[in-house]
């Protein structure tokens, strides 16, 4: 008995220390005040601390970027050549690897097995006129001549002799050489109506470089039956009376090199990475591979060529700058002369090296944000892309000494060198094939730096919409180069007084002439290209003169490009404040709106191609309803927002991630251009250079064909609506 109440007093005294002791807890939690340091910080104030820490942090950053950094590692590249899958190609890709590993960056290399091409190593190639007895009267020089004022330590022996990169070799004549202008698809049609279409056939064409791309040049040229074509720069689009070498402006004999590719990434692994295990289609009748000989010659071999036409004068906007020329539609030469074209090229598969380094993000390391140029280069490659690869070892320099006083970045920052290029995007587009899952998944932004500065009087941006408000943001910031004023206050004054300055200096979309296009294309995120340029390159698109000529040299840049390197200052500290908030940002700076707005502006344009019996009522009904939901997507993220919720944070970061790739289709825009993916922003048919849009409706309108007008309007109106549905409630599945 005497132990049966022990036992009850020892639980009583259990139970009522217990009771005692919530009792104590509930008292502390709410009878006692408590210090202000553990109260929940409402949301305003926690973000403007973290802006005041960030602006510290940009700041900081804008200080230590270095004009005199770029310009040093400027003049170091740009002292060798840079030929994709040569021994100088490879040995630079194992230097920019060493130079990020010391900065601290995780830096890997990916080799891919690519087809290249070459001309011959010995014999030019050349265009040639012979008279009726065979006899050669004149040949071209298949070379660019050194000027006294160019530096002889340079290995210009070194460099690629001009040549159309994938036309193959082989010799071709013709009594017949026809002008057609730029050897765009209108050139072609109007000629149609000066000569007969059936005289094109088994002929040799003469065209200026412009307008569109080289490559879409020679297509169209086949299409026709033409069986070579001559390309010239006219000195009505890249002369004047002083040349180089005592301006940027093309000489005589200056010719520009590249790729005529009709593909972007290894015309033999379409789609997939050019590696060991992957299979390759065969050289032998590939699509992609231009059929015809081709070649390029200076302009004052052109003037020797034309002034051997017969034919009707051209009209007047065919009429180029050549001195004592009459520029003629042509037809049989002259005197029974003959036109030919000899071509010694060759396809090799050679091997190729991206590079890249990652500072690794430290809350969403699963979050990529991208900075990216090539390394490869025709030439020296002192603009193309010698001034891109500058300002990325610039801001691996400043990033690293960011991370040296421990600071990290919310999301992964990754570093790209781009080998190949200039081939036809092949580099970038291997990786992006090797890891498209990932990359289409977690990549924010890419940010493409190819010739970012021709100039230094002006910037041009071309982006998704969705970046608009972010880079007006950002142009507020950063100061411009030889000015005391922002780039916004540049555009500005540029634009007589208008803040209205999207309309005059950025693209909305971007095309498939540069690296980010596999990010467009497969990746399909929301990306930014930009270009400093004088105010001439406005109208050229950022081109120059003196584009993959042998005289892109250090000294071309510093004498008449960019002197103090402030352009390239101004472009590091742009694209670097572009990459430092989408890194450090906790909500992703994409506005939905500005997307309708863009696909206005395009269903408008459409719509004054079209024939007026097609219907676009779906198309716009859709539209109408994209400006419907994105309005109410940012109102519902400014009204119950919770920031200091990740997993909120992170749903809607994710739909605005998501929203570009809702206009990716799968299986691509058409049969042709099956790589080409985005039914918004990408290039038509026949112009890979230019970021056309409703791409798939503008071609199938170039076809006039109505029926398949209207299935591609209904395809794009269902990536629309795909599109309306990634910006619902999460919770809700509908449009």
């Known amino acids: 008995m005497m132990n049966r109440n022990r036992f009850v007093y020892i639980g009583s005294g259990i139970a009522i220390t217990i009771v005692l002791f919530v009792a104590g807890i509930l008292i502390g939690r709410f009878a006692i005040p408590r210090s202000t340091d553990n109260v929940h910080i409402d949301n305003n104030y926690f973000e403007e601390e973290q802006n005041v820490v960030r602006n510290d942090l940009k700041e900081k950053f804008l200080e230590l970027i270095s004009a005199q950094e770029i310009e040093a590692s400027l003049r170091t590249s740009a002292r060798e050549t840079h030929l994709a899958g040569t021994e100088d190609d490879r040995n630079e890709a194992e230097s920019i690897a060493n130079r990020w590993r010391k900065h601290g960056l995780d830096v890997t290399i990916h080799p891919y097995d690519v087809l290249l091409s070459y001309p011959d190593a010995v014999q030019p190639n050349f265009v040639s006129i012979m008279d009726s007895n065979n006899d050669i009267i004149f040949q071209s020089n298949g070379s660019e001549p050194v000027y006294d004022e160019d530096d002889k330590s340079l290995p210009f022996h070194n460099i690629v002799r001009p040549f159309l990169a994938y036309t193959p070799n082989g010799t071709v004549k013709s009594p017949r050489l026809y002008y057609i202008n730029y050897c765009t698809l209108d050139d072609f049609k109007f000629i149609e109506t000066v000569i ?34 001559i390309l010239y720069s006219d000195p009505i689009d890249v002369g004047k009376n002083l040349t180089y070498p005592n301006s940027i402006y093309l000489p005589e004999m200056g010719q520009q090199r590249g790729s005529v590719l009709l593909l972007s990434g290894d015309p033999l692994t379409m789609h997939y990475p050019a590696k060991d295990y992957t299979y390759r289609a065969s050289m032998d009748g590939n699509r992609w591979l231009p059929k015809i000989v081709a070649q390029q010659i200076g302009y004052r071999e052109a003037r020797e060529i034309l002034s051997q036409m017969t034919g009707t004068p051209v009209i007047s906007n065919w009429t180029g700058a050549l001195d004592q020329i009459t520029y003629v539609y042509g037809g049989l030469l002259s005197n029974e002369r003959i036109i030919q074209i000899s071509s010694y090229n060759s396809l090799q598969i050679r091997r190729i090296h991206n590079v890249i380094g990652i500072i690794p993000g430290h809350i969403e390391p699963d979050r990529y944000v991208l900075i990216g140029s090539h390394f490869d280069a025709w030439n020296f490659g002192a603009l193309d892309d010698g001034s891109g690869i ?43 094939e090797e890891f498209a899952k990932i990359l289409g998944t977690r990549v924010v932004s890419y940010l493409n730096m190819d010739v970012p500065v021709t100039g230094s009087e002006l910037m041009l941006l071309g982006m998704s919409p969705l970046l608009y408000d972010f880079a007006i943001d950002i142009s507020k910031q950063v100061k411009a180069p030889y000015v005391h004023e922002t780039i916004y206050k540049q555009w500005i004054r540029i634009n007589n007084g208008s803040e209205d300055v999207g309309k005059q200096f950025f693209t909305m979309g971007l095309s498939a002439n540069s690296d980010y296009t596999g ?50 200052q101004a472009v590091a500290r742009f694209i670097g404040l572009v990459a430092l908030t989408l890194t450090d940002i906790d909500l992703l700076p994409f506005n939905p709106v500005r997307y309708h707005q863009a696909l206005i502006n395009l269903l408008e344009l459409t719509k004054s191609a079209a024939p007026v019996s097609i219907n676009f009522t779906s198309l716009q009904n859709a539209i109408d309803q994209f400006k419907i939901v994105a309005d109410q ?56 250079y230019n970021a056309r849009g409703f791409p798939s409706i503008t071609d199938a309108i170039e076809d006039r064909n109505t029926t398949l007008i209207q299935q591609q309007i209904s395809i794009v109106t269902y990536f629309i609506r795909s599109a309306i549905s990634v910006l619902q409630t999460p919770h809700v599945i509908q449009i």
């Not at 930014?528 to 840049?557: C, N, W």
């Not at 289709?665 to 039914?679: A, F, M, R, T, Y």
């Open 519 to 568: 990010f467009n294309q497969i990746a399909a995120s929301s990306n930014i290209g930009m270009a400093y340029v004088d105010k001439s390159g406005r109208t050229s698109g950022g081109s120059y003169p003196l584009y993959h000529t042998q005289y892109e040299t250090f000294r071309l840049m510093k004498t008449f490009v960019d002197p103090d390197f402030q352009a390239h």
């Open 390 to 432: 500058a300002v990325t070892h610039e801001l691996v320099r400043v990033f690293a000494s960011l991370m040296r006083p421990n600071w990290k970045p919310r999301r992964s920052l990754m570093f790209c060198a781009w080998a190949a290029e200039e081939y036809g995007i092949i580099g970038s587009i291997e990786f992006v």
């Open 196 to 229: 007969n279409k059936n005289d094109l056939d088994g002929s040799i064409v003469i065209c200026r470089y412009g307008k569109i791309f080289r490559g879409n040049k020679i297509g169209i040229a086949e299409r026709y039956g033409i069986i070579g074509v």
């Open 633 to 688: 997507f940012n109102h519902r993220v400014q009204t119950t927002l919770d920031k200091s919720k990740p997993i909120q944070l992170r749903i809607i970061n994710d739909q605005l991630m998501q929203l570009e790739r809702a206009f990716q289709n799968p299986l691509g825009n058409n049969i042709d251009q099956s790589d080409l993916k985005h039914v918004v922003y990408a290039p038509s048919r026949t112009n890979r």
